[in-house]
């Protein structure tokens, strides 16, 4: 299966067309066909429904996709890192990050590397540590930001000093009257939009001493931006960190702490053993020697 007929796959799949898709390669229609024939004859399925002049994808073709398109950003990306090997450090760094308080350390020895190297880019990728990790364990993130608890046994970090606070965000008409803090009993009480990674969900609930049956859980999202509106709107209260919502407009919703006060710690974390780009590897020899002033 060779990568340019991946490409070419992926235009088709995009375009929907195959004229379309022949233009925008600059290769004529009839090669294009072929290249699609071959590839399905390689595979052994049927990748498309051939309308009279639509193409639609098989369910075959929808699975190809998916992994055509990490393939290719995992080409794309070792290219650009073997471009990187030159005197002077330049490319892309890529980073998964979940919404922490910690995101501020990050930040800091971003802008710090960058000072130093001002030709190195960030790529960021938001999403939950379990995402984060698959994508490390894939080579297509460099370092992760990860919100413990998380698996960790085949990468290298460093646990942050930094606090992870959990609040409870309501609209005021599910808040419990001048209530400071918010126990295990009162989420009982209340619909809640809860965390969907398991391993934090379960954290809280055996911190709190409730099980989830108990709980009338409405949502489960691990990013606080995603379910806001729901939150203004009335659907639940949202048990979240602290560090997510000073990026969010939270006017007119009551944060009110969680008691017994419930802390968590984040780790970056890159890969074991992997080998990294000139501008990554310099990234986390950067990262230890930050770490090392501290």
Request: aromatic share 6%; glycine share 6%.
């Amino acid at each position: 299966m060779e990568i340019r007929v991946l490409k070419y796959f992926l235009t088709v799949a995009r375009e929907e067309y195959i004229t379309k898709a022949a233009e925008a390669l600059h290769i004529t229609q009839p090669t294009l066909s072929r290249q699609l024939n071959q590839l399905e004859d390689e595979v052994g399925v049927k990748l498309f429904e051939r309308g009279a002049r639509k193409v639609n994808l098989t369910n075959e073709g929808l699975l190809l996709r998916r992994r055509a398109e990490e393939i290719i950003s995992l080409v794309d990306k070792t290219e650009a890192e073997l471009a990187e090997q030159g005197e002077h450090i330049d490319g892309s760094i890529s980073i998964g990050s979940g919404v922490l308080s910690s995101t501020r350390l990050l930040a800091d020895i971003i802008k710090g590397f960058s000072e130093i190297h001002p030709l190195v880019k960030f790529d960021i990728y938001t999403a939950g540590a379990d995402l984060v990790r698959e994508k490390m364990n894939r080579g297509l993130i460099d370092i992760g930001l990860l919100l413990e608890p998380v698996e960790i046994e085949k990468f290298d970090f460093l646990r942050l000093d930094v606090k992870e606070k959990w609040v409870v965000l309501m609209p005021e008409n599910l808040a419990p009257v001048n209530k400071k803090f918010i126990t295990g009993e009162d989420l009982k009480k209340l619909p809640l939009i809860m965390p969907s990674r398991e391993s934090v969900k379960n954290e809280l609930l055996n911190r709190l001493k409730i099980k989830e049956d108990e709980l009338n859980i409405v949502c489960k999202s691990d990013l606080a931006d995603s379910t806001l509106y729901m939150v203004k709107n009335g659907l639940g209260c949202l048990v979240t960190l602290d560090g997510a919502l000073p990026f969010l407009d939270t006017r007119q919703l009551i944060k009110i702490p969680l008691c017994p006060k419930l802390y968590l710690t984040s780790v970056l974390a890159w890969k074991r053993h992997q080998p990294f780009s000139l501008a990554a590897a310099r990234f986390i020899d950067y990262i230890k020697e930050y770490f090392g002033r501290q």
